[in-house]
């Protein structure tokens, strides 16, 4: 029988139909309503640092312990995007930037020399941190799980002065350090839509360096919950917490930080 038949060709063109119909449904076709095509959220990080630090001067050897600041406010940024309906990309900054004090105090070397004594620390620390990762969503329904992978930035830097008695002599000496360094990053994440307004999260994020001018790891981790009163914009309350180590080998420089507390945002989603 020929193909060119009435029949044949109504199949081909109902075939056909439903092929471009399946097709244009799976390019139109919405997103877990966990999930948004794209989305950004400006807030703040409500936090009370520890921070010990380790490094040489001329001065000396800064060694401060852990220093308990007082609380800070930190800025923060996300932003994310879907690539489809179930890959996207995930954006997450934010700066430590304060002045830092802490009391010195015990026993250290300089140039081959025991030095003992008692001093102060004044200076402002600096921290940078930006996360990009791309990510895959698994799931379709109200409950998604993510994996991503990407690379971070960061920077640190310390300038002030040391200042105090070592080995019975008054002194002091100005001290700057500033280090930078990209790393490998891994993100899992979860979200759940409990209306359409409503939706709770949990994000855990590793970043881990071997070698260079600066390695160390970096650990995170975040729960929240997003409420939307309109359909665009909306409210974020999250707790969060990060556990930051550096070490710079040449001098056995060491930083150590960690922000725990709570974070809200404005999220305008698209």
């Given amino acids: 029988m020929s193909l060119r038949t009435p029949p044949a060709r109504h199949a081909i063109y109902a075939a056909t139909l439903m092929a471009l119909s399946t097709v244009s449904a799976i390019a139109w076709a919405d997103p877990s309503p966990a999930l948004d095509r794209a989305s950004l959220s400006v807030g703040a990080f409500y936090t009370e640092p520890r921070i010990n630090y380790e490094g040489d001067t001329n001065y000396g050897r800064i060694d401060t312990g852990t220093y308990k600041t007082d609380h800070v406010t930190l800025p923060r940024v996300k932003a994310s995007m879907l690539l489809g309906d179930s890959q996207g990309l995930d954006f997450d900054y934010y700066r430590y930037d304060k002045t830092y004090s802490p009391t010195l105090s015990g ?9 003992t004594g008692n001093g102060k620390l004044d200076a402002k620390l600096k921290l940078d941190l930006a996360n990009l990762a791309y990510k895959w969503w698994i799931g379709s329904g109200n409950d998604v799980f993510g994996v991503g992978v990407g690379a971070a930035y960061y920077q640190a830097s310390l300038k002030g002065t040391a200042s105090g008695v070592l080995n019975g002599v008054s002194g002091s000496g100005a001290y700057e350090e500033k280090e930078s360094a990209w790393a490998p990053l891994l993100e ?60 710079r080998q040449r001098d056995s420089t060491d930083l150590n930080v960690r922000l725990n507390g709570p974070a809200a945002y404005v999220k305008v989603r698209f």
Wanted: hydrophobic share 40%.
């Fill in 107 to 115: 026993t250290t070397n300089a140039n081959g020399l025991p030095l």
């Fill in 188 to 247: 899992l994440g979860w979200r759940h839509a409990i209306s359409e307004n409503v939706r709770v999260y949990a994000d855990a994020s590793g970043i881990k360096k071997n070698g260079g001018s600066i390695q160390g790891h970096i650990y995170g981790g975040a729960i929240g919950v997003e409420w939307f009163p309109v359909k665009s914009v909306g409210v974020v309350a999250e707790y969060t917490a990060s556990k930051i180590s550096l070490n």
